[in-house]
């Protein structure tokens, strides 16, 4: 079968790629160095320990398992850390790509698809964003992001290295079989922390900011089931396949969920109430982002069909409560 080497694939988000690149007949070689992600939730394919700074260590992966394509996921993601430390992600986000990137071409791997983030977008409030969107990224997360997908362009230009780049907001739920699912420590996304609150892992659910310009004084936000952002990147790696052009696509539901409507969907999934508190608005939080995915829909087929909130909590929830990695 082909191997396709996915970074970051110990990752929540890498790691249902790799399932859904198995289950499409593909070989998924993950490439991690486990420093957010878990060996655990390498399921599906080949482990290879390593760090994207590390040319070396890349040429023998690519030597080793010669992948028709890379599925890049790995990168530091965390909006606060970025703001306080922009150094860190300009290293390793940057850097670290622009070395796979070259990898890739040293080793005739021209089919390269890239999990980017509508973060690049920057604080559009209040508008249903697309491709078209002016990129005015706020923190050095979302311009590096930017900056990875100007390096691909300049580098189909010089060596046709043909890339997909998805952009998007928040990703949610789980891997309906519970083999791998959201698993971060410290975690910081709202429903896995919801969740913990539910369970008693932590206090109580801290809303932030309860005064925002919406139907019921919180903010909202576009979210995509995991499964159903790993099958568009498996459609975007079949589009390279057949020889298709570089394209941008954002992946979103065109629909937003306010804070206080993802609690209410909480509360019919698992009939559990959340301990919830109220605090401030916090610095730089918009009152709305959403994302739509028109050209995804119309040009790759892609439907986010699991991305209801309530598919999204109950996958969620039934991994929560069955599903951790130790190591």
């Not at 320990?49 to 990168?75: I, N």
């Not at 860190?88 to 390269?112: D, P, Q």
């Not at 420590?185 to 609150?197: S, Y």
């Not at 004084?217 to 459609?235: E, F």
Request: net charge negative; charged share 20%.
């Amino acid at each position: 079968m082909s191997h396709v080497l996915v970074t970051g694939g110990a990752g929540y988000i890498g790691a249902h790629a790799c399932k859904a690149l198995a289950r499409a007949g593909f070989t998924p070689v993950t490439f991690d160095n486990l420093s957010t992600g878990w060996q655990d939730a390498v399921k599906f394919g080949p482990f290879e320990q390593g760090d994207l700074l590390d040319r070396a260590r890349l040429d023998e992966v690519f030597a080793k398992w010669q992948p028709v394509a890379v599925m890049h996921f790995a990168a530091l993601s965390q909006v606060g850390e970025a703001m306080s430390e922009p150094g860190k992600y300009w290293r390793n986000n940057v850097s670290g790509s622009l070395t796979l990137i070259e990898a890739a071409v040293a080793a005739e791997c021209l089919n390269f698809v890239f999990s980017s983030t509508c973060a690049t977008y920057g604080e559009q409030d209040n508008v249903v964003l697309d491709e078209n969107s002016l990129q005015m990224p706020l923190n050095a997360y979302g311009a590096s992001k930017r900056a990875i997908e100007d390096i691909l362009r300049d580098f189909e230009a010089a060596h046709a290295l043909r890339h997909v780049i998805f952009r998007y907001f928040n990703v949610a739920g789980a891997d309906p079989d519970a083999e791998v699912g959201e698993h971060h420590r410290p975690e910081t996304h709202l429903i896995p922390v919801m969740l913990d609150a539910i369970q008693g892992k932590r206090a109580a659910l801290t809303i932030h900011g309860t005064d925002y310009d919406t139907p019921d004084g919180t903010c909202i936000r576009d979210y995509v089931h995991v499964c159903d952002l790993v099958d568009a990147h498996v459609l975007g790696l079949k589009w390279l396949q057949d020889g298709k052009g570089s394209r941008v696509f954002n992946l979103g539901t065109g629909k937003g969920f306010s804070v206080r409507e993802v609690m209410d969907a909480s509360r019919t999934v698992t009939n559990k109430e959340v301990p919830a508190s109220e605090g401030p608005r916090r610095a730089g939080d918009c009152t709305a982002l959403v994302s739509g995915s028109t050209r995804a829909e119309t040009e790759l087929g892609w439907t986010p069909g699991r991305s209801t909130m309530d598919q999204m909590i109950a996958d969620a929830w039934r991994w929560h409560q069955v599903g951790h990695f130790d190591k």
